[in-house]
């Protein structure tokens, strides 16, 4: 198989066949991120006849190994999502010819690789099988967008998500905790809250800011430009964006920047998911927490 540099995947995509069809990210400017400085180089795609060779291989292994048939496939790189039309069209192709097993093909994705496509492309895509995209939005906060560096606003992310709700394209967000900056967390999440009631994420995962010395996030902590969230705060934040979300959903924390995991379906499980949170606001020190985020070492 060909794989380059540390493959990353959603929690949810634990049991889905990983196949690389790029590599790093078109856009690699958002500060807080340091997930692809270990490539030599911003973005690349796969040449098809590698892909071509994955997933022969795996067709020749017999699926998964154990006998059962492989339904789901994610490709793996920043955003797959972002290739052209007939590329991902191209690849589905392969997909289904060599294991006619796969339901669903997923990836992650950022808001400004949907808008190229047409409607027709976008509907012809679900056709081919592809559904369950992951999407960093990060937050609704346009002024935390604009200083991180996303590329897109919160009015991007509705209209984009929007148009795949009408191609029947189901999608997951990644909600980063911290990232509007201490003092602005439930500000911060209340503008996200806002920006979902108008769409249709069938899950939203808290990942919770951890900032590493080598983002360009770190350096604008020491120029005084910006300033982290304390812990307890952020978990203010996820209580706030929870509390504010009006929309069937799963929420999640499932991921390792989060130091208690947990998960439940909106709106049934509200309540205690609330409960949850403020068992940890009120008897968990600042201290304890800040030990656990000292300790991820990498995500």
Known sequence: MHYTGTIWRPPYEAASLLIEVTAGCTH?????????????FKFRMSPMEDIECDLQEVQRAGNDLSGRCIERVFLTGA??????????????????????????????????????????????????????????????????????????????????????????????????????????????????????????????GANMLTVYPDSELYAEIKRGNWQEEGELEKYKEVRTLIENLQIPTVFAAMGASNAYQFHGQLPKDKKKLLLFLDEIIENVSEEELQRYRKSVHHL
């Open 79 to 204: 955003n797959p999502f972002v290739l052209s039309y007939d590329k991902l069209a191209s690849i589905a192709e392969l997909i289904h010819k060599y294991l006619p097993s796969v339901k669903s093909i997923g990836s992650f994705a950022r808001i400004t690789d949907i808008t190229p496509k047409t409607d027709k492309e976008l509907s012809k895509l679900r056709s081919f099988g592809y559904d369950g995209l992951t999407i960093g939005i990060e937050t609704g906060d346009d002024e935390a967008l604009q200083f991180m560096d996303k590329g897109y606003t919160s009015a991007d992310i509705i209209q984009q998500c929007q148009r795949l709700d009408v191609a029947d394209i189901h999608y997951s967000f990644f909600y980063l905790v911290s990232i509007s900056g201490a003092g602005h967390g439930e500000i911060g999440a209340k503008l996200t809250a806002d920006v979902c009631n108008q769409i249709h994420p069938t899950l939203i």
């Open 28 to 40: 690699h400017k958002c500060k807080f991120c340091t997930l692809y400085n270990e490539l030599p």
